[in-house]
């Protein structure tokens, strides 16, 4: 049984800095797929980052230079880096494996 679980969301202030981490069970990080996805309250689902099999990875336009993906196969777990964060941020953070694998979500809330 595949197991995507999030953990490290939480309020920030705006410039600040949080760190997600994806646990993965079930499946090889280093084969599959990994992203990260966010909904903002009244908004659809939008990719934010994901990093290949191989390694590549892409983001969003709107975090680029600001958001790290980047991953532990030893730990089989995958991490968001966040950093200036502003409060356009603030949704609910989802990790996917392989676009199908979805977790519970982390709430990230960036405000003063």
């Known amino acids: 049984q595949v197991q995507v679980v999030e953990s490290g969301g939480g309020l920030v202030q705006p410039g600040g800095s949080l760190r997600l981490s994806c646990a993965a069970s079930?499946?090889?990080?280093?084969?599959?797929?990994m992203s990260w996805y966010r909904q903002a309250p009244g908004k659809q689902r939008e990719l934010v980052a994901h990093i290949a099999g191989r390694g590549t990875t892409i983001y969003a336009d709107s975090v680029k230079g600001r958001f790290t993906i980047s991953r532990d196969n030893a730990n089989n777990t995958v991490y968001l880096q966040m950093n200036s964060l502003k409060s356009e941020d603030t949704a609910v953070y989802y990790c996917v494996g392989d676009l199908r694998w979805w977790g519970q979500g982390t709430q990230v809330t960036v405000s003063s």
């Open positions: 079930g499946i090889s990080i280093s084969v599959y797929g």
